[in-house]
């Protein structure tokens, strides 16, 4: 080998050796991690569900007569106010029985009519004759026992006497029972007044069967659906209009059951309508079922809008955003650098002299971004923020701080 050759693979050797120690070097170094600080800030926890707009009240508006549709007044999305006349049947014949029952309840009242201005009065009238031809039947009965007592008189004048008078006390008992029936509390005064009572119900029931013609809106409202048009035949009990009250604006949301012991009423939420994702409007927790749903696992939870968006709709769906928690100056790091966050015991890999060592953590509220560390860690803590598959105890690496939101800095 020439002295030339011997230089040439003495320098490919010192190459060689040199690239040799550098991976070594590196290898006992350790891996580059990522590593975050746990810093003092403040750390929201929330749960998240999704659900629907809770309409006020739904009220099905159905026909009360059997008729066909005249005027359908009101469509899809109105509003309407309590009152507004939305649907008009057909009125023909609730008018004619209108006027049939009042024509009726007339002729009640002119015969009552009759009974107190006409009939009693002649019957009382009447009951003053027969007592006065009772008195002078007395006295002729008188004259006539009289006279044949004394022998001037005949039997068949006192035998004619004696009829007379009889016919005279049937003739008042019966003015005074005439008399009776047509005064206050008579046979037919009661008669009299049961007939117009009978008409004046009647003609009610007319009236409220022309008025059943005109659909009204109950409440303040919208109109949610329209089942009808004009030309329909409807029967009693067909669903015409769908309706929603006017009222308060709430959402339903049904979040697992292992939030329960976290929620409750007050507590503020942020929610928003899957068509207007980035349009998020405050509510409030109002109510919160006292059951669970054993099927589900769920809970009913009702939280009220206060100021509703106006693009709000009854039964739209909404994630709901509900602020269980809030701790201002609390130590925290990203959620990805705790480990096993979920499980019963987290932990998270913390650096000292270029080592990894697993360091269990206690765990505070979880918000979106940062988990709250309660225990195990200060701020002079170097944690991993991307932990290596192959990490193990011990093992060294070489370490490159992060910004305190996870970004890794230069």
Same mark, same amino acid.
Do not use: C
């Given at each position: 080998?020439?002295?030339?050759?011997?230089?040439?693979?003495a320098?490919?050797? /010192?190459?060689?050796?040199?690239?040799? =120690?550098?991976?070594?070097?590196?290898?006992?170094?350790?891996?580059?991690?990522?590593?975050?600080?746990?810093? @003092?800030?403040?750390?929201? *926890?929330?749960?998240?569900?999704?659900?629907?707009?809770? /309409?006020?009240a739904?009220?099905?508006?159905?026909?009360?007569? =059997?008729?066909?549709? @005249?005027?359908?007044?009101?469509? %899809?999305? #109105?509003?309407?106010?309590?009152?507004?006349?939305?649907?008009?049947?057909?009125d023909? %014949?609730?008018?004619?029985?209108?006027?049939?029952?009042?024509?009726?309840?007339?002729?009640?009242?002119?015969?009552?009519?009759?009974?107190?201005? &006409?009939?009693?009065?002649?019957?009382?009238?009447?009951?003053?004759?027969? *007592?006065?031809?009772?008195?002078? =039947?007395?006295?002729?009965?008188?004259?006539?026992?009289?006279?044949? #007592?004394?022998g001037?008189?005949?039997?068949?004048?006192?035998?004619?006497?004696?009829? !007379?008078?009889?016919?005279?006390?049937?003739?008042?008992?019966?003015?005074?029972?005439?008399?009776?029936?047509?005064?206050?509390?008579g046979?037919?005064?009661? &008669?009299?007044? /049961?007939?117009?009572?009978?008409?004046?119900?009647?003609?009610?029931?007319?009236? =409220?069967?022309? /008025?059943?013609?005109?659909?009204?809106?109950?409440?303040?409202?919208?109109?949610?659906?329209?089942?009808?048009?004009?030309?329909?035949?409807?029967?009693?009990?067909?669903?015409?209009?769908?309706?929603?009250?006017?009222?308060? $604006?709430?959402?339903?949301?049904?979040?697992?059951?292992?939030?329960?012991?976290?929620?409750?009423?007050?507590?503020?939420?942020?929610?928003?309508?899957?068509?207007?994702?980035?349009?998020?409007?405050?509510?409030?927790?109002?109510?919160?079922?006292?059951?669970?749903?054993p099927?589900?696992?769920?809970? %009913?939870?009702?939280?009220g809008?206060?100021?509703?968006?106006?693009y709000l709709?009854?039964?739209?769906?909404v994630?709901?955003?509900? $602020?269980?928690?809030?701790?201002?100056?609390?130590?925290?790091?990203?959620?990805?650098?705790?480990? #096993?966050?979920?499980? #019963?015991?987290?932990?998270?890999?913390?650096? *000292? !002299?270029?080592?990894?060592?697993?360091?269990?953590? *206690?765990?505070?509220?979880?918000?979106?971004?940062?988990?709250?560390?309660?225990?195990?860690?200060?701020?002079?803590?170097?944690?991993?923020?991307?932990v290596p598959?192959?990490?193990?105890?011990?093992?060294?690496?070489? $370490?490159?701080?992060?910004?305190?939101?996870?970004?890794v800095?230069?």
């Open positions: 080998m020439t002295k030339r050759s011997w230089w040439r693979v320098f490919a050797l /010192a190459i060689v050796l040199f690239v040799v =120690a550098g991976v070594l070097h590196l290898s006992l170094r350790g891996p580059r991690v990522s590593v975050v600080a746990p810093v @003092r800030g403040t750390v929201t *926890e929330t749960v998240v569900s999704s659900g629907r707009v809770l /309409a006020p739904e009220i099905n508006l159905g026909a009360l007569v =059997a008729s066909s549709v @005249r005027e359908v007044h009101v469509r %899809e999305g #109105d509003a309407v106010r309590v009152g507004q006349l939305l649907v008009q049947l057909d023909t %014949e609730a008018l004619a029985a209108v006027q049939q029952a009042e024509a009726a309840l007339a002729q009640a009242q002119a015969g009552r009519f009759e009974l107190e201005r &006409l009939s009693e009065p002649a019957a009382r009238s009447d009951l003053g004759q027969a *007592e006065a031809n009772l008195e002078e =039947a007395k006295r002729d009965l008188q004259r006539s026992k009289t006279l044949f #007592d004394a001037f008189g005949t039997q068949a004048e006192l035998d004619q006497a004696q009829t !007379a008078h009889a016919v005279a006390k049937s003739q008042r008992e019966a003015a005074r029972l005439r008399l009776r029936a047509t005064t206050e509390g046979s037919q005064s009661l &008669l009299s007044s /049961a007939s117009v009572a009978v008409a004046t119900a009647q003609l009610e029931r007319a009236r =409220a069967e022309l /008025a059943h013609t005109r659909l009204t809106s109950p409440v303040d409202g919208v109109v949610l659906a329209r089942n009808v048009e004009p030309g329909d035949a409807v029967m009693i009990g067909s669903k015409l209009l769908l309706l929603s009250r006017t009222g308060a $604006t709430r959402l339903v949301i049904e979040p697992d059951e292992r939030n329960l012991a976290r929620l409750a009423v007050g507590q503020r939420a942020l929610a928003s309508a899957e068509a207007f994702a980035d349009q998020r409007f405050d509510a409030v927790v109002q109510y919160i079922a006292p059951s669970v749903d099927q589900r696992g769920t809970v %009913e939870v009702h939280l809008v206060a100021a509703p968006p106006d709709r009854p039964n739209m769906t994630s709901v955003e509900v $602020t269980i928690g809030e701790r201002d100056d609390t130590l925290l790091l990203p959620r990805g650098a705790v480990q #096993d966050l979920a499980g #019963d015991a987290p932990y998270v890999w913390r650096v *000292e !002299a270029g080592r990894a060592t697993r360091q269990p953590v *206690e765990i505070g509220m979880r918000g979106d971004q940062r988990v709250e560390i309660l225990d195990g860690l200060d701020e002079a803590a170097r944690v991993i923020l991307e598959a192959s990490l193990s105890e011990g093992a060294r690496v070489r $370490t490159v701080l992060a910004e305190p939101g996870g970004s800095g230069e």
